[in-house]
């Protein structure tokens, strides 16, 4: 997940959290642009690419296409849960310990469930 300018305030995580969705959903957007189109050149009578030495097969590029959408996915839904987590009142505290999550992490990894501890413990 690649952040945006960072706010002038570091623990001005909405706008950091606004900023990081509003780049998700455009990345999303574009993607299932590109797969639609994608869908359109499957359709065509002339798309049999699988014999074609000098380029991508339509086929692979699907593949790539569909992998890119479902890790743009998994961004949003990280980014929603961590804006519900800040409406709610439950942001920055461990899921696993309950302590709280120094801001430096929160602002380095906005959707940061886990402390540092937690976090390298369980590997992520």
């Known amino acids: 997940m690649s952040l945006p300018q960072t706010p002038a305030a570091p623990d001005d995580r909405d706008a950091l959290l606004a900023a990081l969705r509003t780049a998700s959903q455009g990345r999303a957007e574009g993607l299932e642009r590109a797969i639609a189109q994608l869908r359109a050149d499957r359709g065509a009578d002339n798309a049999d690419d699988e014999h074609d030495p000098e380029g991508v097969t339509l086929s692979s590029e699907w593949a790539r296409l569909e992998g890119l959408r479902e890790d743009a996915a998994r961004e949003l839904a990280e980014i ?43 590997g992520a």
């Open 80 to 122: 929603d849960a961590a804006i519900a987590r800040r409406e709610a009142g439950d942001d920055g505290l461990c899921a696993d310990c309950g302590r709280s999550i120094p801001i430096a992490r929160l602002v380095a990894r906005p959707t940061a469930t886990r402390c540092v501890h937690c976090a390298a413990r369980a």
